[in-house]
């Protein structure tokens, strides 16, 4: 029993202590039974440092304790809720205990749980960050790195028993029960455990490093879905290429594992040598899987695997440095994902997810640095912020350096801390070798909130001076901002000819300053025109004083394609915040560099449509944000873009006919382009698109191509639409992914009303046991604020909170964290919201939940 009068205990990156005990082995023995499981852990330590002898534990039931071979009484140690600790221990302890746990009844995904049931039973490990606590008494911490060997055994209908590193034997025990000896050489931290108890087929292949170790790759999921993992081998393959190519990191063990759950928190995990995914980011195929989720499952397979070095063999001291293996891996697979398709394409997707999920995050009441100060629950802390802007410092260093300094810097930390659990600082100061400036990009970790860079320009004859200025809002219970080193790249191109002039990467270091670009000739009659942040230099919002003219001149001219569509981008929110009037000034800008682009990128052709979403339009707003007015804004301009080529937008359509499919960039640019255009004209209304819709379903040769069709009917209502509905329900039934995407295609509707999406979460197959499902229709409720900050759909959206609180406190307080923003909403809005809000903390028991709400209030 949570006692509510308790608040949660902080912990603090200031009280960190070195570990008292290092633990040179441990022998774990995990044995299985219908309704239970019991665990041996044997933990050889040795002192380390000062302090008591204190191992985590929870949810544990202690059968026997033994310190060097004697059986300890209760008088010799002291346990609790959170673990146990041994009065007196002598420096060298070999300690054994047997505790009895539930993996049954496990439903956080935390800890060994099981998933899935009936045929398809299994139990699967998730212990970052503290789940190994739940499996066994042991110092789980990042900072004490472990040498395991896993004994798994269970009924011999779990024909899969896998942990991490090398398998070592396996045998009977007796008629009914077999088992698996693993050793894995590699010291690692316990949170980078993993087990497998389960009944899966493999896909196998091999791959040979460039020091020539020849590794086996495997693949498990269950027998229906085996077929799906080709896609993941090959970016398995890929990846392991990549890093050795670009960073000069092979793999290291014999063996490399990814086993497929269909129940499980997040995307995946990186555990040694044996990954355990989501189904989402690890199954693929043409029919059931859209080139987006595609082209995701490889972005995530090379995420997990990039870990390898950055988080497994390099580890976090303590959880405050997540951002250490979390943001430099997001930067690494970034960088492998844009090898693999239009460049620009890449950034504009890391660009908006950046914009639309984590500048609301920096910009609400969860703000926190990318290397937080405190936390009640280190999971909270699986954020935007610390990922996605964790990933953009390593870039903006990775760009200031350049790539063979980079480089350099890289192999340095690469050197200098094989083996150990290390810290941003320590990050950067192998970095510094390349560039002792490098440390002057630690403020970035430990600041809150977005920096605003204003600019404008000045000619003077064949000068042209750029004055940069930067502001970042002051976050409360943090120090003042400081003015942070932002490199701006800028360039100089001639209004008349398009020519570019000059390019430079200016680094800003101070609130402001000038920069002066000197021998600029412009053509006659011209006048410069001034890019800045290209490429997304920063992770800033900027301001700089174009003309709508010149915008447009840039989306014909930038040389880069992401500041094609930046240009486009700032067009498109000035006509929404009404400081531009020229709908059709955007038209026609669309139309030419459409026509431009069609052939060559038809994925960039298909962005340049976008609309920033209603959830980023939401943070211009600091008070008196009304949903329903953005989203009338947003529609109105999408509708005089769909009217205003509508005849052009069937003539592109036309020209891109359904083909045979093909997994190539250029083909998954099509389909997506046709996607785009399918809702345009059913936008605009054009006469023959209706059938279109239609026999783009009937014809589809794959599901991005059927889904597409299906999303189109659904969000315009289309007379046949609920046919279609069924059928595609029909057609996938057993295919659970399909099934969370036919969910969240209604849910995401304008015309799914909030009754509708409480309708579909009655439904006998929506499964609160598994995130991926639950997240179809909170997910997409999240999306429409119109809706979300209703009566109906507030009490809607809290109801699913309040029941994940006790069975999955993690998802449930990862939904909350959407509405952050609340106190942004005009006042009634706002003080219904209040209510809500303090109606849950009343009711809400874990500490996820109860986190969240307290820091969502002090605002
Ligand atoms: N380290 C994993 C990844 O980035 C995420 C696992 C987080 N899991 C959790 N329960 N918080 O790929
Ligand atoms: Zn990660």
């Known amino acids: 029993m949570t006692n509510k009068t308790q608040t949660p205990q902080k912990i603090y990156l200031k009280d960190y202590t070195p570990p008292s005990y290092a633990v040179e082995k441990v022998d774990l023995d995990i044995r299985l039974f219908d309704d239970h499981a019991i665990v041996g852990a044997r933990l050889h330590m040795t002192r380390a440092h000062a302090g008591k002898l204190e191992l985590f534990g929870r949810d544990l039931t202690l059968k026997s304790i033994c310190l060097n071979g004697r059986e300890l009484s209760v008088e010799d140690y002291q346990v609790d809720e959170e673990g146990l600790t041994i009065l007196e221990a002598p420096d060298s302890a070999l300690i054994e205990t047997w505790v009895q746990i539930s993996p049954q009844t496990n439903t956080t995904l935390e800890g060994l749980y099981q998933a899935g049931t009936g045929d398809e039973l299994m139990f699967v490990t998730q212990c970052e960050p503290e789940g190994f606590r739940k499996i066994a008494f042991f110092p789980d911490r990042p900072d004490v790195l472990t040498e395991y060997t896993t004994r798994l055994e269970a009924p011999k209908r779990f024909g899969t028993l896998l942990a991490n590193g090398n398998l070592i034997e396996s045998g009977e025990v007796d008629e009914d029960r077999h088992y ?3 050793h894995d050489p590699t010291k690692k931290p316990s949170y980078l ?14 791959y040979t490093t460039m020091e020539g170790r020849e590794v086996l790759l495997e693949i498990y999921a269950d027998a229906q879905d085996i077929d799906k993992c080709h896609v993941g081998m090959q970016a398995l393959k890929d990846a392991m290429k990549w890093d050795e190519d670009n960073y000069g990191r092979a793999y290291d063990l014999d063996r490399y594992m990814i086993v497929a759950t269909g129940q499980f928190n997040m995307g995946a995990m990186e555990n040694k040598g044996l990954n355990i995914f989501n189904t989402s980011c690890v199954l693929s195929s043409p029919e059931t899987t859209t080139d987006e989720r595609s082209f995701h499952v490889k972005s995530v397979i090379a995420h997990e695997y990039f870990h390898n070095w950055t988080g497994n063999r390099i580890t976090c001291r303590d959880w405050f440095q997540l951002c250490l293996k979390e943001g430099f891996t997001v930067f690494r697979d970034q960088s492998f994902s844009g090898d693999f398709r239009s460049k620009a394409v890449q950034r504009i997707e890391d660009v908006s997810l950046l914009r639309s999920a984590q500048f609301a995050e920096d910009a609400g009441s969860l703000a926190h640095p990318v290397r937080p100060e405190s936390f009640v629950e280190i999971n909270n802390f699986y954020t935007m912020t610390i990922y996605e802007k964790g990933a953009e410092i390593v870039r ?23 083996g150990q659990a290390v810290t941003v600082e320590d990050f950067l100061s192998a970095l510094s070798v390349a560039d002792a400036r490098v440390m002057d990009f630690l403020p970035w970790y430990r600041q809150p909130g977005t920096p605003v860079v204003s600019g404008s320009y000045h000619v003077q004859g064949d000068k042209v001076s750029v004055k940069l200025a930067q502001k970042t809002r002051h976050v409360p219970n943090y120090d003042a901002p400081i003015a942070l080193p932002i490199p701006v790249d800028t360039a100089i191109f001639d209004s008349a000819t398009g020519e570019m002039l000059a390019s430079q990467m200016l680094l800003l270091t101070k609130d402001s300053d000038v920069f002066e670009f000197d021998g600029i000739e412009l053509s006659d009659g011209a006048h410069p025109v001034v890019s800045i942040l290209r490429n997304f230099s920063a992770p800033v919002k900027s301001d700089f004083d174009y003309t709508d003219e010149d915008l447009a001149r840039l989306v014909a001219f930038e040389t880069e394609g992401f500041n094609r569509w930046q240009a486009l981008q700032t067009l498109v929110n000035r006509w929404l915040f009404g400081t531009s009037k020229e709908a059709d000034l955007i038209v026609d800008v669309i139309q030419k560099a459409v026509d431009a682009l069609i052939d060559s990128d038809p994925m960039l052709a298909a962005r340049l449509f976008d609309l920033p979403s209603q959830k980023e339009l939401a943070m211009a707003y600091d008070e008196n944000y009304d949903p329903a007015f953005v989203k009338a804004r947003r529609d109105e301009l999408y509708q005089l873009i769909a009217d205003g080529l509508s005849a052009d937008a069937k003539r592109w359509y036309h020209r891109l006919p359904m083909q045979a499919y093909e997994d190539t960039p250029d083909a998954r640019g099509r389909r997506l382009l046709r996607n785009v255009l399918l809702d345009l004209r059913l936008t605009a209304n054009d006469n023959d698109v209706k059938d ?6 009937e014809q589809a040769s794959c599901m991005s191509e059927r889904l597409g069709a299906l999303t189109a009917m659904i969000n315009h209502n289309l007379d046949q639409k609920d046919n279609y509905v069924h059928d595609f329900y029909e057609k996938f039934s057993h295919e659970d992914l399909v099934i969370d995407a036919w969910f969240s295609a209604q849910a995401m509707s304008d015309h799914t009303s909030v009754k509708h999406i409480a309708a579909l979460m009655q439904r006998k197959d929506y499964d609160w046991n598994t995130p991926n499902r639950v997240r179809t229709t909170l997910g997409a409720l999240a999306a429409k ?19 994940l609180d006790s069975t999955n406190p993690l998802l449930a307080a990862r939904l909350l964290s959407a509405l952050a923003r609340w106190y942004t909403l005009t006042p009634d809005h706002k003080a219904m919201a209040k209510q809500k809000l303090t109606e849950l903390s009343a009711k809400a028991t874990s500490k996820n939940v109860l986190e969240f709400l307290e820091n969502m209030q002090t605002v």
Do not use: C, H
Request: proline share 2%; charged share 25%.
């Open 180 to 182: 698996t000896i693993w």
């Open 193 to 206: 455990f993993a087990a497998v108890i389960a009944n899966l087929e493999v896909m196998q292949d091999s």
């Open 396 to 418: 903006m260093i990775a760009n200031f350096l350049g790539k063979d300094k980079f480089r350099q810097g890289s192999d340095e930390y690469f050197a200098r801390y094989d």
């Open 692 to 697: 279109d819709a239609y026999q783009q379903y």
């Open 785 to 803: 604020p119109v809706q979300l900050w209703t009566a109906e759909g507030l009490d809607l959206y809290l109801s699913a909170v309040e029941r």
